[in-house]
């Protein structure tokens, strides 16, 4: 008699990636070898590029151009197309016009799965060419070389890639593993100093989690590191890459299927306040102000020594990063981003809080009236030490 067939099978299983960061000084001039190294053509000859650029890097500089130039000069790579500029910032995601034309741009040209696109900007333009990239043929390997210091010091290494949609951040998008980063440090010498020091937010937001050395190594080089001192600079950023790329490669949740999501520490006011200030408010900036009323409010509710929460406002304020909006005010505005925060989740609300320095909870309530004295307690700090605008 044969045995019952049963109409219950779970096979739990892994798939296998590799992260691949490399750091450059120029990638333009002396280490554009190290790019060429990743791009391999395996059994079908020469590997196949579609190269974009983000406009505001290639008017800036010739870089760009002379990474093309180079590409076009090496008998191993066929670069389709001249270089591909397209605008961006958070415009490029709040429509889907760019990722539109970057997917007919990879059918027009034939690309399949083992071609290459290689983006160069922001996080936001590599957030929307990503997007493209991971939805054309199921995946076309994406080769980053991320232009600010956000960018490099966080979401150039992260898996994720979006676009804006209903008005709320990042609400269409997918989880693709890059094929390479490409960190060099030549492409953020035409960076605006706004941007520059608004993207070492995410230093601090990692490093708070993660490392409390590597904060008060922050805390103790803020200034020097907001004047651009090349090799502080250099090392903040690279940390900061690393502790985020770690957590995705070790933290055993790549693809965030769990509730917790310690990365997205200050987040769910950030996203709340880029919206809110119709994007005036840049990313970096929005994540310092949110980490800072998460600091302030892990103070006041989980035992994170005053001190310390007072420290990492001051350590942000060093980095040159204003702490304070009028979008804030009403303070019960911002507090709807709590329940979109939820929604993004896809659960239960889960926000990661501090109870020191390298030490986090995770929580699923928040005191509507402590959270409030936060906020208000960073509107008396930030106003007091208010940074000219750029």
């Not at 990692?206 to 805390?219: G, I, M, T």
Request: glycine share 8%.
């Amino acid at each position: 008699m044969l045995n019952r067939l049963s109409n219950t099978t779970d096979i739990p299983f892994t798939a296998s990636f590799v992260h691949r960061l490399r750091v450059t000084d120029d990638v333009a001039g002396d280490d554009f070898s190290v790019l060429v190294d990743l791009l391999d053509g395996g059994d079908n000859g020469g590997a196949r590029v579609l190269m974009i650029a983000e406009r505001s890097v290639a008017e800036s500089s010739d870089r760009v151009a002379r990474i093309e130039s180079q590409l076009r000069g090496e008998a191993s790579i066929e670069l389709t197309s001249p270089t591909i500029i397209v605008d961006g910032g958070e415009p490029i995601k709040n429509t889907q016009t760019a990722v539109e034309e970057i997917l007919g741009l990879i059918h027009d040209l034939n690309l399949d799965r083992r071609s290459y696109v290689i983006a160069i900007g922001g996080g936001a333009m590599l957030d929307a060419v990503g997007y493209a990239a991971a939805i054309a043929h199921r995946g076309i390997r994406l080769v980053r070389l991320p232009t600010t210091t956000l960018a490099q010091a966080d979401s150039g290494v992260g898996v994720k890639n979006a676009i804006n949609y209903f008005d709320k951040k990042n609400w269409i998008g997918t989880f693709a593993v890059p094929w390479a980063v490409v960190n060099d440090s030549a492409l953020l010498e035409t960076l605006p100093d706004r941007e520059f020091c608004s993207g070492l937010s995410e230093a601090v937001k990692v490093s708070l989690l993660k490392d409390a050395d590597e904060f008060h190594w922050l805390a103790e080089h803020a200034s020097q590191i907001s004047a651009r001192d090349p090799e502080l600079s250099r090392r903040a950023i690279h940390r900061s890459c690393v502790l985020h790329m770690r957590h995705i490669t070790e933290g055993g949740d790549p693809f965030e299927m769990l509730e917790a999501r310690p990365l997205d520490f200050g987040h769910w006011s950030a996203h709340k306040l880029e919206t809110l200030s119709r994007y005036q408010i840049r990313h970096g900036e929005a994540v310092a102000i949110g980490v800072a009323i998460d600091c302030l409010y892990s103070s006041l509710k989980f035992g994170l020594p005053r001190p310390d929460a007072e420290m990492a406002v001051q350590c942000l304020h060093d980095l040159g990063i204003q702490l304070w909006h009028p979008c804030l005010e009403p303070v019960d505005r911002l507090m709807q981003g709590l329940e979109e925060f939820r929604q993004h989740l896809g659960g239960r609300l889960t926000i990661t809080m501090l109870r020191g320095i390298g030490d986090s909870i995770n929580v699923h309530e928040i005191d509507p009236l402590a959270m409030k004295t936060a906020i208000e307690t960073l509107s008396k700090i930030a106003k007091n030490k208010a940074i000219p605008a750029n």
